[in-house]
């Protein structure tokens, strides 16, 4: 999934007013991120909920419901008065890219329907065991991507935007048809289990344990929102905000992959709370891997290949790139250890502590972010880089005495 941003950055970046277009694209991005982030917690529902075909439907029907409802604010936020009066100062947009965020955003608002059932059909594959499945899925996706990005015959009609959102929204309409197809073989289980022993689950149940899930995914993935706030009134804006997308193409490849502790963590603890220092050992030392990988990709000619070639950047934002990419390989180390440890709160039914963490984690990166930006003159990329570092570091101390036995 975290290549889908790098794809559509070197595509973007060939195309006419790169920059512009790679500016209004990472902010439309992190925007999406933040407004669809509650239904991403979907995949861990079945897990915690389905037993029997009852359940099943009455669950798929809440996350269709709820998907779509999260899709309408999506556009009501998308569509004018409420885009010029309230989005545009909030985030402080250059007039040159305020109509280029616009449209992504509109055209991105109904993808929260794709993610949210295709997040809930790979929950239901995960309560079957069969996670290559959803690999294979998330493969299949890359590959429609790949394709509409590259090899469209519309790519020479489309804005810089309008080729990434597109591209993406194909790829998210793939995976989720085939993930509904490969969680056929689980809910045949289900229609074949003995359901009269089992209590008929309701919808106030659901959102007793799902509304704190929801909401702590909001406040951890608004992170690259705030940071596109703080960015766009920053020093070198414009060229920062292009260069966003891009760093975090490279970032985010391994911080998807130091994310799926959480998931691991909580599959495993609820199966066997005796694998909690096999699962933390596991999770420290692909952290460590990743940082290490990271960072000797920033300091050799990788780095250059990345940008130069893939990416296609002139000198102006080349030359302040050197900064980010080498303070970004100080973030998959936290971030593995982090989502350990947001996995265990999971496992241990403490979703509301979760969501404290997550909240004590943004105000930190406000703080700093907010700090630096007044005491510093550096780019505004390279503060949001050390911002997310530190307000990171600062979450894990805390996770750590949250769940410290």
Known sequence: MALEVPICTAAISRLEESELNLAAFGIVA????????????????????????????????????????????????????????????????????TDLVQSGLLMWSGFPILIGMRRFYQGVILCGHEPKKIALATFLRLLTLISYTWFSPLKGYNTGVALGVFGIGSGMFVEMIVSAI????????YSQSNTDNIKSLSVGNILKKFIPLSVSSSVSLSNSTILSVFVARGFLAIESLALMPIIFGLLNPFTWAAFATQDTTH????????????????????????????????????????????????DNLYRLTAGPVLLISLIPFTMATKNFY?????????????????????????????????????????????????????NLVFLYYTTKK
């Open 342 to 394: 947001r996995g265990v709160l999971i496992a241990d039914g403490r979703s509301k502590m979760l969501l404290i963490s997550e909240s004590f984690e943004i105000i930190s990166l406000i703080i700093v972010m907010g700090t630096l930006s007044m005491v510093s003159n550096l780019p505004a990329i390279n503060l949001a880089m050390i911002s997310m570092w530190i307000s990171g570091l600062m």
């Open 182 to 189: 490969f969680a056929q073989k689980q809910i045949s289980k």
């Open 267 to 314: 599959a495993l603890l609820t199966k066997s709370k005796e694998s909690y220092n096999q699962v933390k050992s596991f999770s420290i030392r692909l952290g460590i891997i990743l940082s290490i990988i990271l960072f000797l990709i920033g300091a050799s000619v990788l780095s250059d290949y990345y940008f130069l070639y893939l990416n296609h950047l002139q």
């Open 30 to 97: 992190s925007c999406a991120l933040f407004i669809q982030s509650p239904v991403l917690r979907l995949m861990s529902t079945p897990l915690m909920f389905v037993q029997d075909i009852q359940s099943y439907r009455i669950l798929r029907n809440f996350s269709l419901c709820f998907s779509i409802i999260v899709s309408l604010v999506f556009l009501i936020l998308s569509l004018d008065p409420i885009y010029s009066l309230f989005v545009v100062p909030f985030l402080g947009l250059k007039h040159e890219i």
